[in-house]
């Protein structure tokens, strides 16, 4: 019985033991688990951070394109030459201009950046470009092949400069003097020319009977000789084909990188052609004669040959304007405002209508010596006395508008000196000084002419709200 009891005391003890030992196993205690773990690192959850590539490249580019579904984006080196295509993802930091966070989306062809990249051709850091100086809209410079010289200063043109036109590339020496460009540059050397505005050219053909006559198209004028080509900025032009028998008139529209062909014989090969004339006289009601014939002209266009023709404009109690038009281009346009008449006017004396055109400024005043001068702002003529404006000798045009000219018709424009000259504005005859005509407002040239002499004198008009009083010397 004792022996049964014994047994049954170790079996209990040793089932405690286990016990023990399996909630010790389960369960340690701070001491017991810093003993049993000494070399072995407590397993916590843990959340990996998203490793930025490291930048292996630094470079000026231009964007040449971003697709966004493929996640690509190619660039223009800017500072070694060639293209690069780079790969962008999430990671990418893209920045605009001021440092703004941005996405590769809102980049466009031509957008100069800074960009760095690793070894993979992935797309690390981009940022639009502020080292980089701009021109927009320049129209007035001369290229050659390795320079491009604007406002009097040269920019050099480098194998690696970018030149494009509607988002795609061109060369180089397809950039003419003619186009109108936007530039980008770094310094002095030049990373970018846009094209915004090209250029095609004209030829003229069958010019047997034309030869030496004047070509004119926008501000340009040419004598012909031989079957000419002109390089022209792409646009709307009337070419104007003139000698004094005969003329011929065209209306084209020029195309980039494309040639227009004139046949001469198709378009004028034959005598002086006509042109269509709207007069607007105020008061509406005033005659109008033209070479002597009293014409209807109200609301209608007049057909007239090229050449000149004697204008006469009347009404009673109205000054009567005389004039000579010239008729050059297929369609013209004649204001002619008539003054009101005083009991000191009489008469009005010949004068000539043209086409010219004019310009804005500032000044106006006596000029000095010399072929050109600049208006100082004075009134009157060498310190004398002003004229008395009303009398016998005045003679007063109105040709502001219908030359299209920005002009002041509450006041006038009073040519004093030389007395007997011819007087010309922008090649628009006016008749013999002493002459009076409209404040025309702006830079414009007058031309003296007087015993086979003449003088140019360039002169700037503002809007002052005052009559200006002109001398001219002559010597």
Not at 12 to 32: Q, W, Y
Request: aromatic residues 8%; hydrophobic residues 35%; glycine residues 12%.
């Amino acid at each position: 019985m004792k022996s049964e009891k014994r047994v049954l005391l170790l079996l209990a003890a040793s089932a405690g033991v286990i016990i023990l030992v399996t909630v010790l196993t389960l369960f340690p205690g701070k001491e017991s688990s810093a003993g049993s773990n000494k070399n072995r690192p407590t397993v916590r959850p843990t959340v990996t951070p998203v490793l930025k590539p490291a930048a292996e490249y630094n470079i000026l580019a231009m964007v040449k394109s971003v697709d966004t579904a493929e996640g690509t984006i190619t660039l223009y080196n800017l500072e070694k030459g060639g293209e690069v295509t780079l790969t962008y993802g999430v990671a990418a930091d893209i920045r605009g201009k001021y440092g703004r966070l941005s996405y590769a989306a809102s980049f466009a062809f031509g957008d100069i950046v800074r960009v760095e990249y690793d070894k993979e051709d992935c797309l690390v850091r981009m940022q639009e470009s502020s080292e980089h100086w701009e021109l927009h809209g320049v129209e007035e410079f001369s290229v050659t092949d390795s320079m491009l010289t604007v406002n009097n200063t040269n920019y050099k043109i480098t194998d690696n400069t970018v030149v494009y036109c509607e988002g795609e590339e061109i060369q180089k020496g397809e950039v003419k003097a003619i186009d109108r460009v936007n530039l980008c540059g770094l310094g002095s050397e030049i990373i970018s020319i846009c094209v915004t505005k090209g250029h095609g050219s004209v030829k003229l053909i069958n010019c047997e009977e034309f030869q030496g006559a004047e070509v004119t198209f926008g501000d340009e004028t040419h004598t012909l000789d031989g079957e000419p080509s002109y390089l022209i900025r792409e646009g709307k032009y009337t070419i104007l084909v003139k000698t004094e028998e005969k003329a011929a008139a065209a209306e084209v529209t020029v195309a980039r990188n494309e040639q227009v062909v004139i046949d001469l014989y198709e378009y004028g090969g034959a005598p002086v052609q006509t042109s269509e004339v709207r007069f607007h006289i105020s008061p509406f009601s005033a005659l109008l004669r033209i070479d002597g014939v009293t014409t209807e002209y109200y609301e209608q266009d007049l057909t007239l040959s090229y050449g000149e023709h004697q204008i006469e404009a009347e009404l009673g109690g109205y000054v009567t304007y005389k004039g000579i038009l010239r008729v050059s281009k297929p369609y013209q346009t004649v204001k002619i405002d008539l003054s009101e008449r005083t009991a000191s006017d009489i008469g009005g004396g010949n004068t000539q209508v043209g086409d010219g055109s004019g310009g804005t400024g500032d000044g106006s005043g006596e000029i000095g010596d010399g072929g050109s001068g600049i208006g100082d702002g004075g009134s009157g003529g060498l310190g004398e006395e002003l004229p008395d404006t009303g009398t016998a000798e005045r003679r007063y045009v109105a040709i502001g508008e219908a030359a299209g000219y920005e002009y002041d018709k509450n006041h006038s424009t009073f040519i004093l000196v030389p007395e007997g000259a011819v007087v010309l504005i922008d090649g628009i005859s006016l008749g013999m000084a002493p002459v009076e005509f409209e404040k025309i407002l702006g830079t414009y040239t007058v031309t003296l002419r007087k015993g086979g002499n003449e003088k140019e004198y360039t002169v700037t008009v503002e809007d002052d709200g005052e009559d200006v009083y002109w001398k001219f010397p002559m010597e």
